[in-house]
């Protein structure tokens, strides 16, 4: 079996990359429950959280490690699918991934602040 990587997103600084990729999985998580017939009431309970938690991870996409983990095995795929931005490209066109990235894009930080007294 061949691991599916992700698409590089660009430029964008690690934290803005992580942001990205936090949305993605969000977003693989719907897609994938659609097209195996599951629902959210039963990953929540299989995660040991109440649906409204799972509800507010999804729209903040706001996942630890372990979520993605445990949500990749009820799913049967691994950690790199939930993570591969392919399908989002393909629905909605490279375009649209662009407009995304630009949108997570936080302003640069100062590298040498000036110390405040």
Avoid at 8 to 20: C, F, I, K, N, Q
Avoid at 73 to 100: C, F, H, P, Q, W
Wanted: include cysteine.
């Amino acid at each position: 079996m061949t691991a599916v990587m992700p698409l590089s997103v660009g430029t964008l600084s690690p934290r803005d990359e992580a942001e990205y990729q936090m949305y993605i999985v969000s977003f693989n998580i719907r897609q994938l429950f659609q097209a195996k017939h599951k629902t959210l009431s039963d990953l929540a309970n299989y995660l040991g959280i109440q649906q409204a938690s799972l509800s507010n991870k999804l729209k903040r996409s706001s996942w630890r490690l372990s979520d993605a983990l445990l949500i990749a095995k009820y799913l049967g795929v691994d950690v790199e699918t939930l993570t591969d931005d392919s399908l989002y490209r393909m629905i909605n066109g490279d375009d649209a991934a662009e407009e995304l990235k630009a949108k997570i894009q936080c302003p640069p930080r100062d590298s040498n602040p000036e110390p405040t007294t």
